[in-house]
């Protein structure tokens, strides 16, 4: 059987850069979506706009729950592939499918049954709480595709084929958009929905997306090209490996984006309209950061989980290095365009000019905290390369603990500006970037590297 694929990973510079840019540009795209999403809200009204922060963060716990599975897989498949243990790559993916897929039933189940009665006991106003309530339960449908995609693109990164990934987000974000434009002003023939347009035009998109992903693994033709030979039986250790790897991730990001909502639950509680669609503003840049940022994350997990299944963990912190200094690079340069032109950003949203008066403050503050992101996100995910993954749950407890206090305090007592609560997030990535690198300097993670069953 023919295995020509090569599944070492490349950690020279231009080997990390050709990994990376197509895992960003595939963030990217996405994330370019949501933003048009939110243009498309913005121009219905500012209570649109705002509500989209609260439903945004809302799936954005559940996305974040997959994507933690999706690094937990991550890190299998590509210690695998360093192994040259080809056919355990597969068999990861498909236990990955099945838990995920478990998950969708629970999360969709437990949203129909709660989300109205939850976000009115949080304090969201009643007419505010119904319409996110009703825009939830269609939303959250498209958790069982978005975990399909986020488990199956894990598969093509471990395998190095990151190029497609492009090619699958761009496809279901050019169906995200005209949905988008068509179900909430009723253009192209469709109904006008209004704010539920976008839950049905997301859903939709992620249909498309899971069925592109599926297609384009199929087209890799992988036993022959590849030599791994797809296996749907379900081993029990094979799934308690999955899971006991996964758990703390999904757990760790669970937390964070949790907190993270809770940050827009207090916010539609203390501030108005305009808060609120600023807020949401700042979720879009965030994830423009975050776009590149995740990526680097996403390589560091990969290469180094590659490196150290390939016996060079030696060479893991010239890695590290490498991967730092191209991330805030690419990141200082996009800080200094937000800091110039904050007025061309803002404007994009279509609120005026108290909007972009109000948000210039808060997009300074987010900012700055782009740039202890790039870097942090980097040194949590060395962590996760490494197997460790009960120590990263531990380093997020404590750093969204520190994140509640804050926003608690700053939002709901002391009634502080909003861009003063934006600093919250200066302080949780310091949290994520100082431990987790003394953990990698001093910290036990050398014993107990293997993944054998």
Known sequence: MATTGNLKADTSVRGIIRLTLPISLAKLIP????????????????KELGLAGVTGVYYLVFSAIGYGLNNALLAIMSR?????????????????????????????????????????????????????????????????????????????????????????????????????????????????????????????????????????????????????????????ATLKLVLSRGFPLMSQLAISTGAWWVFYLLVSRQYNYEGQAVSQAMRNIFGLSGVFSWAFGSSANTILSNTIGQGRQEEIFIIIRKLSVISLTGMAVLVTLLNLFPQVFLSVFGQGGGFIEAGTGSLRVVSAAMLILCVGVIWLNTVVATGKTKVVFWIEFWGITAYLVYVWLVIEVWHLPLEVAWMSEWLYWVMMLVPSYLYMKWGNWRKGLSYDQ
């Open 31 to 46: 994330e370019l979506n949501y933003l048009i999403n939110a243009v498309f809200l913005g121009h219905l009204g500012t």
């Open 80 to 236: 695998r592939a360093g192994e040259e243990n080809r056919d355990q790559i597969y068999s990861t993916l498909w236990h990955g499918l099945v838990a995920s897929t478990g998950l969708a039933v629970v999360f969709v189940t437990l949203t129909w049954l709660f989300i109205h009665p939850v976000l009115q006991w949080t304090g969201v106003r009643t007419d505010g709480a119904s319409m996110a309530a009703n825009f939830l339960c269609i939303r959250l449908v498209g958790l069982f595709f978005l975990y399909g995609i986020q488990m199956q693109n894990a598969f093509l990164i471990s395998i190095q084929q990151t190029r497609f990934l492009v090619l699958i987000a761009l496809i279901q974000s050019s169906v995200n958009i005209l949905l988008d434009y068509g179900l909430i002003f009723g253009h192209f023939g469709l109904p006008a929905m209004g704010f539920y347009g976008a839950a049905w035009a997301s859903v939709l998109s992620e249909l498309t997306g899971v069925l592109t992903v599926f297609g384009v693994i199929l087209s890799l033709n992988i036993r022959k090209n590849y030599g791994i030979r797809p296996n749907h039986t379900i081993n029990t």
